[in-house]
């Protein structure tokens, strides 16, 4: 199975700023990985898909980028609403998960 | 509108079982694989389990195997969780999940809460 590792675990930035968030794939999964947005008592939401594909509805501010091992999530010019813990996800394996504060 | 939409969670004890249900609603549900997904308090999202769109191939996470059964009634545009043998370490909130290609979650219930606990 493919473990996914994410980092950092947690980050604290402000309104306006750009941030980035990591995952690393223990093996080669070409570009199949998604980021999920959960805030706090909600469920999670889908971002991003196929590495780089914005889902429908979600700000643009929201970015994916890589392939095969290393990927990225970008959010730039922070919103308070983005507080909330980002995971990515490769078929039946999530990341740990960060925790944004804004 | 997509709307998912969990039941049946509870106190339930060690040993016990329980079944989850999942209605969806706006989209063709007999078109789609879908999953459940859990996630235990204060802790990350941990995927347990899918079926295919007509039922015929299953697949769960190991700690679940043998354990957990995933059915679906397309006539009513429903998914089951049965989860027999509980333990501590299942308790969490239960999640079902509309997938797309990939296994990509693309729409999310709302969840159902499931603690095992004497």
């Known amino acids: 199975d493919t473990h996914m590792t994410q980092s950092p675990s947690s980050l604290s930035a402000s309104v306006g700023d750009r941030v980035t968030i990591t995952c690393r794939a223990s093996q080669t999964i070409t570009s199949s990985l998604n980021w999920y947005q959960q805030r706090p008592g909600r469920a999670p939401r889908l971002l991003i898909y196929?590495?780089?594909t914005l889902q429908s509805g979600v700000p643009s501010r929201f970015s994916g980028s890589g392939s095969g091992t290393d990927f990225t999530l970008t959010i730039t010019s922070l919103q308070p609403e983005d507080s909330a813990t980002y995971y990515c996800?490769?078929?039946?394996?999530f990341g740990q998960g960060t925790d944004l504060e804004i | 509108e997509v709307q998912l939409v969990e039941s049946g969670g509870g106190l339930v004890q060690p040993g016990g079982s329980l079944r989850l249900s999942c209605a969806a609603s706006?989209?063709?549900?007999?078109?789609?694989?879908m999953s459940w997904v859990r996630q235990a308090p204060g802790k990350g999202l941990e995927w347990v389990g899918q079926?295919?769109?007509?039922?015929?191939?299953?697949y769960y996470v190991d700690s679940v195997k043998g354990r957990f059964s995933i059915s679906r009634d397309n006539a009513n545009n429903s998914l089951y969780l049965q989860m027999n043998s509980l333990r501590a370490e299942d308790t969490a909130v239960y999640y079902c999940?509309?997938?797309?290609?990939?296994?990509?979650?693309?729409?999310w219930g709302q969840g159902a809460l499931v603690t095992v606990s004497s």
């Open positions: 196929g590495a780089s």
């Open positions: 079926i295919k769109h007509d039922g015929s191939e299953k």
């Open positions: 706006g989209f063709a549900f007999s078109d789609n694989w």
């Open positions: 996800q490769h078929r039946g394996t």
């Open positions: 999940a509309r997938e797309a290609s990939g296994t990509t979650f693309v729409y």
